[in-house]
Nanobody, 120 residues
Framework: QVQLVESGGGLVQAGGSLRLSCAAS????????MAWHRQAPGKQRELVAK???????NYPDSVKGRFTISRDNAKNTVYLQMNTLKPEDTAVYYC??????????????WGQGTQVTVSS
C-alpha cells in the first residue's frame, strides 16, 4: 500500500509564491522517482516537474525558472516551490511516484491533488 498526501495549495495573487509538499508512506523505496503534475479544467494533465532517485530534475518551458522540485529522502517528502505565479498556473496539482528510480515507465501512484488558484 502506498499513499501520497499533498498540502500547501491555496489562493495567491499573481506574482506570489507557494510551496507544495507531498508526503509518501507505505511500501516504497526512498529513491523512487517522484513528480508533480497539474490539470486545469478542460485540459490534459501535464507534467510540471520531475525528480529522479538521484536528484536529477526536469521541467517544461512553461514553468522553467519559476518552479523548483526538491526532495527529502529521509522524510519521504517531495516539494514544489512555485515563484512568480501566473493566472495560467491555476490548476489542481498532483504528486506522483514511480516504482523506478528514473520514472521512465510512468507513474504508479498518485495523490488526491491540491488546488492552486492564482488571481489577477
Amino acid at each position: 500500500q502506498v499513499q501520497l498526501v499533498e498540502s500547501g495549495g491555496g489562493l495567491v495573487q499573481a506574482g506570489g509564491s507557494l510551496r507544495l509538499s507531498c508526503a509518501a508512506s507505505g511500501s516504497i523505496f526512498r529513491l523512487n522517482a517522484m513528480a508533480w503534475h497539474r490539470q486545469a479544467p478542460g485540459k490534459q494533465r501535464e507534467l510540471v516537474a520531475k525528480i529522479t532517485g538521484r536528484g536529477n530534475t526536469n521541467y517544461p518551458d512553461s514553468v522553467k525558472g519559476r518552479f523548483t522540485i526538491s526532495r527529502d529522502n529521509a522524510k519521504n517528502t517531495v516539494y514544489l516551490q512555485m515563484n512568480t505565479l501566473k493566472p495560467e498556473d491555476t490548476a489542481v496539482y498532483y504528486c506522483a511516484l514511480s516504482r523506478q528510480m528514473s520514472g521512465v515507465s510512468g507513474w504508479d501512484y498518485w495523490g488526491q491533488g491540491t488546488q492552486v488558484t492564482v488571481s489577477s
